[in-house]
Structure formats: C-alpha cells, structure tokens
C-alpha cells in the first residue's frame, strides 16, 4: 500500500472512531452532569428541610415570608440572596419548590423541574424529597 | 489496532466511574439525609421507657413510607434496610457501647441510625478487581434527647 492510501485508511478509521468516541463522551457527559446536578438538589432540599424545621411543634400553617425564605435557601443555598444570585442548579425557581407542613415535620420536595443536561433533559417531580422533624419547640 | 483497544479500556473504565460512582455519591447523599432525619425524629421518643424505644423505631420507619416518603437511588426506591442503636451519654454519646436492644431503656439518650443500601453497578462490574453486582453504600446519623432545653433533640453528627 502506498502512502497515499494508507493516509486515506487512517483518515477514514480517524472519522469513522471520532463518531463512536464523541457519542461515549457526550453520553458521559450527560449522565455525569445529570448526577451532579441531581446531587446538588439532594443537599439543596435537605438544608431546606433542616431550616424549615425550625418552626415549632404543631405549626398547622407557616408565615408566607417563611415559606419564601425556606424556597430560597434551596433554590440559592441562602435564605437572603442578593440580587446576583445564582440557583444551585440552573433553571431552578421558587415555584419548583414544594414545602409540605405536617402536624409536627417539615417536608420539601421539587416539583415539575427539568435538569437540562445539553442533549437531554432529566425530568424531576416529587423527588428528592425530605422531611425533618420540627426540633424548635418542646412538644413532648 | 493495540492503541484503539487501550483506549476503549480507558473509556469504558472512566464511563464507569462517571455512571457508578456518580450514582453512588447520590445514594450517598440520599441516605444520608434520611440518616439525619430518621435520627432526629426518633430522638423525640425517648423518653427512658422501653416503649419510648419502639416508638422511636417506628418514628425513624415512618419517614420512609406514605406520600412523602424518602427514597434513594435519585428516589425512586423505597429505604428499606436500616437499624436503630441506642446508647447513654452525658452531653454526647457514650463511645462503643451502642446496642440495638438496650437492656436499660432509661438511660438511652441517643439513637443512631444506619443505613445501607446496594446499588447496583452497571460498567465497574466488568472492571478487573471490583467484579460485583452491586457496591454497599451506608451512611448513619446521630441525635440525642435532651428534654427540658429549648430544642428537645439534636442532630450530634
């Protein structure tokens, strides 16, 4: 085989692998942001959750402004966020979170979200979700 | 020919650890938060009686049923192993003498809640020296009761 040839046959093995390899890195990259992401969610609700548990025992109801401070903390991991603000996971608002008052805990969960992860998008609704006990307070 | 065997080595072994790994470190966090929660919420119970015990066994189980139950695996599966240790304590917990069935309820001030869960390997089961179905994930919690104060139980670690 001249070199000519042999230089096609390597560009053609060249292309024909670029395809295979770039399809593997974009799937790794997918998935790998997808978990961070879904990660970073995860201890985003659980702050929210151990915050809003500092309501006290039997709270049927929370003070809106709290209910707001509680959202904020999981959507910019700060219960003031200045104006410049970004959310823990891109695309995230105040509306996809979900605070659920019971008798004596606090639940926070995500609701309608979708983590955009460039070529796919991973639909979030009703998960993570977790619930803390209300610790301020002596009910018992 | 060689290189492009090596090199789909290397991919597949660093795809694995991207989706197993990845998918462990969730599990992780998951677990983790139900660790805190379920011990919080069992903290509450004790109250030094033998039925404060099963109480706080069921109180640590309730978090991981109904419509807001807990999950993991980016919550889709029901927590379903894990185990209460109680223990006495002054302040924090007495080290090494936790037990699953205490004989002296009244002094148990601290519970501590393990979970484990196996999540299941999808790449890394292939990679020489792991070879496994699946990788055990745990995480625990701890709180203590602390009646009287202004916060009736605590997270300790």
Known sequence: ?140 | MIVTCVALAVLLALAGLVIDVGRMYIVKSELQAFADAASLNAAFELDGTKDGLSRAREAAAALAEGDHAMKWDMGTKAISSFKLSFTAGDGKPAPKSWQETPDDAAACRFVKVTVEAAVPLTLLRVVEGIQQDASKVTASGTAGSFPGSANAARLIE
């Open chain 1, 1 to 140: 085989m001249n070199i000519r040839a042999r230089r096609g046959t390597a560009l053609l093995e060249f292309a024909g692998s670029l395809l295979v390899v770039s399809a593997a890195f974009s799937g790794m990259f997918q998935l790998g942001y997808s978990a961070y992401s879904y990660n970073r969610l995860v201890s985003a609700v659980r702050d929210g959750a151990r915050y809003a548990s500092l309501q006290p025992y039997g709270s049927a109801s929370v003070d809106p402004e709290f209910s707001r401070t509680v959202k904020r903390l999981v959507v910019y991991s700060d219960p003031k966020p200045g104006a410049a603000a970004k959310p823990v996971v891109p695309g995230l608002t105040e509306q996809n979170v979900e605070l659920i008052v019971g008798d004596r805990t606090m639940t926070v969960t995500i609701r309608n979200f979708q983590i955009d992860g460039l070529f796919s998008k991973l639909n979030v609704d009703g998960r993570p979700t977790v619930t803390f006990p209300c610790t301020n307070g002596t009910g018992k």
